[in-house]
């Protein structure tokens, strides 16, 4: 009798609710909803590059029901068939680039999806808004970055969105620890750490044409510590090296260590390599005044360890690479882009300004690690404005 007086009332008089951590469930509840909906609103999508990028967002755009995919672009005529086959695309239309004019003319068509090589993105991003189609690029928009502003600008006039998003933004480990640093539990930041080492090491053919480790991989880690932050940094000082001889041959790096100032004192660290051979390492930690968040790594199957012989305790490998370790701040991404098309949501959650910011403290960090000096950042009010 001596815990009776503990007794609870009865958990159907009680509402516990989701916990927030448990976004799985919370997908389930809001694909449960929609079973009791009579909404018919379809969104019919042309993407443009089934490459490394395009066959993530294929993979989302294919499983998603308030998606038909009416175009598909790629200049490799030899994967439109089995495309076709593998998706179940048989209402798709297979084109090649140079057969794309259809696809700016055609009414129905309400979004594009850029993942084609960088140099062909200027003229599709263009194309499509001037034809009122909603646009999601893969970074960047344009190689040049007046050409960018220019981009956003049309987007403006014409109406449409123009998305070019940060994936690990989406990520729901990285937004909690972001919320938490907002709401102030760790106090101001004074370091903030982030930790991004590639798996498994690109082909020499795909960094030629990259944009180099400080655009093509730097970028990432340098918008999670912005957007975090809530600010940009006034100081960079960066270190680089090539230890692969074929990478060093294409005068890239596969080594970087940055550092970033921020105007409220808070100083940044990326610990960059091209090649993890433990897997796809992702480590993002604030730490200040009143204790310390850190978002670490994630393994595929994480409840399962052993014990054989003597070698220790032995268990689950990381992620071995991007499109598995983000596959749902992949998903998330492209929601989010959908209901920018609908109307759903009027602001991108990553803004056009953002995205050029981030390349000029990529640029700023590449001339540092060139130079070996420290880069000093201005912003004025033009950097915060499109």
Same mark, same amino acid.
């Given at each position: 009798?001596a +815990?009776?007086?503990?007794?609870d009332?009865s958990?159907?008089?009680?509402?516990?609710g989701?916990p927030?951590? !448990?976004?799985?469930?919370?997908?389930y509840?809001?694909d =449960?909803?929609?079973?009791?909906?009579?909404?018919t609103n379809?969104?019919?999508?042309?993407?443009?590059?089934i490459?490394?990028?395009?066959?993530?967002?294929?993979?989302?755009?294919?499983?998603?029901?308030?998606?038909?995919?009416?175009?598909?672009?790629d200049?490799i005529?030899?994967?439109h /068939?089995?495309?076709?086959?593998?998706?179940?695309?048989h209402?798709?239309?297979f084109?090649?680039?140079?057969? +794309?004019?259809?696809i700016?003319?055609?009414?129905k068509?309400n979004a594009? *999806?850029?993942?084609?090589?960088t140099f062909t993105?200027?003229?599709?991003?263009?194309?499509a808004?001037?034809a009122?189609?909603?646009?999601?690029?893969?970074k960047p928009?344009?190689?040049?970055r007046? *050409?960018?502003?220019?981009?956003y600008?049309?987007a /403006?006039k014409?109406?449409?969105p123009?998305?070019?998003a940060?994936?690990?933004?989406?990520?729901?480990?990285?937004a909690?620890l972001?919320?938490?640093?907002?709401?102030?539990?760790?106090?101001?930041?004074?370091?903030?750490?982030v930790?991004?080492?590639?798996?498994?090491?690109?082909?020499?053919?795909? =960094?030629?044409?990259?944009?180099?480790?400080?655009h !093509?991989?730097?970028?990432?880690?340098?918008?999670?510590?912005?957007w975090?932050?809530?600010?940009?940094?006034?100081k960079?000082?960066?270190?680089?090296y090539?230890?692969?001889?074929?990478?060093?041959?294409? !005068?890239?790096?596969?080594? *970087?260590?940055?550092?970033l100032?921020?105007?409220?004192?808070?100083?940044?660290?990326?610990d960059? +390599? $091209?090649? +993890?051979?433990?897997?796809?390492?992702?480590?993002?930690?604030?730490?200040?005044?009143?204790?310390m968040? $850190?978002?670490?790594?994630?393994?595929?199957?994480?409840c *399962?360890?052993?014990?054989?012989?003597?070698?220790?305790?032995k268990?689950?490998?990381?992620?071995?690479?991007?499109p598995s370790?983000?596959? =749902?701040?992949?998903?998330n991404?492209?929601?989010h882009?959908?209901? =920018?098309?609908?109307?759903?949501?009027?602001?991108?959650?990553?803004?056009?300004?953002?995205?050029?910011?981030?390349n000029k403290i990529?640029?700023?960090?590449?001339?540092?690690?060139?130079?070996g000096?420290?880069?000093?950042?201005?912003?004025? /009010?033009?950097?915060?404005?499109?």
């Amino acid at each position: 009798m001596a +815990s009776q007086k503990f007794k609870d009332i009865s958990p159907y008089k009680r509402t516990i609710g989701t916990p927030p951590e !448990d976004y799985l469930y919370s997908k389930y509840q809001k694909d =449960l909803a929609a079973q009791a909906t009579t909404s018919t609103n379809v969104i019919n999508v042309a993407i443009f590059g089934i490459g490394r990028a395009g066959t993530i967002h294929l993979t989302s755009l294919a499983r998603n029901p308030r998606v038909k995919i009416l175009y598909i672009v790629d200049d490799i005529v030899e994967k439109h /068939k089995k495309l076709q086959d593998y998706w179940s695309l048989h209402d798709t239309k297979f084109l090649t680039s140079k057969q +794309s004019d259809v696809i700016y003319s055609d009414p129905k068509l309400n979004a594009v *999806v850029v993942a084609s090589p960088t140099f062909t993105h200027e003229h599709i991003v263009k194309s499509a808004l001037n034809a009122k189609k909603a646009v999601f690029c893969e970074k960047p928009i344009a190689e040049e970055r007046e *050409v960018c502003i220019e981009l956003y600008k049309l987007a /403006k006039k014409v109406g449409k969105p123009l998305l070019t998003a940060f994936n690990r933004r989406f990520d729901p480990s990285y937004a909690n620890l972001r919320d938490r640093v907002h709401k102030g539990e760790v106090g101001h930041v004074q370091t903030i750490k982030v930790c991004s080492r590639d798996s498994p090491l690109p082909t020499i053919d795909y =960094l030629k044409c990259s944009g180099g480790i400080f655009h !093509d991989c730097c970028v990432h880690d340098i918008d999670m510590l912005c957007w975090v932050l809530g600010e940009f940094p006034i100081k960079v000082s960066s270190t680089a090296y090539a230890h692969v001889e074929e990478i060093k041959a294409i !005068d890239d790096f596969d080594t *970087v260590s940055v550092t970033l100032l921020y105007p409220s004192g808070t100083i940044g660290m990326i610990d960059l +390599s $091209r090649n +993890s051979c433990y897997g796809y390492d992702q480590r993002l930690e604030a730490f200040g005044p009143r204790g310390m968040i $850190r978002a670490d790594n994630e393994q595929p199957i994480h409840c *399962v360890d052993s014990q054989v012989g003597l070698n220790g305790i032995k268990t689950a490998p990381i992620w071995y690479s991007f499109p598995s370790r983000y596959r =749902l701040a992949y998903q998330n991404e492209m929601e989010h882009f959908l209901d =920018l098309v609908e109307g759903k949501v009027t602001e991108p959650f990553v803004k056009g300004h953002e995205n050029l910011a981030v390349n000029k403290i990529a640029s700023a960090a590449e001339e540092s690690a060139r130079t070996g000096k420290f880069v000093e950042l201005t912003w004025t /009010k033009e950097d915060f404005e499109i």
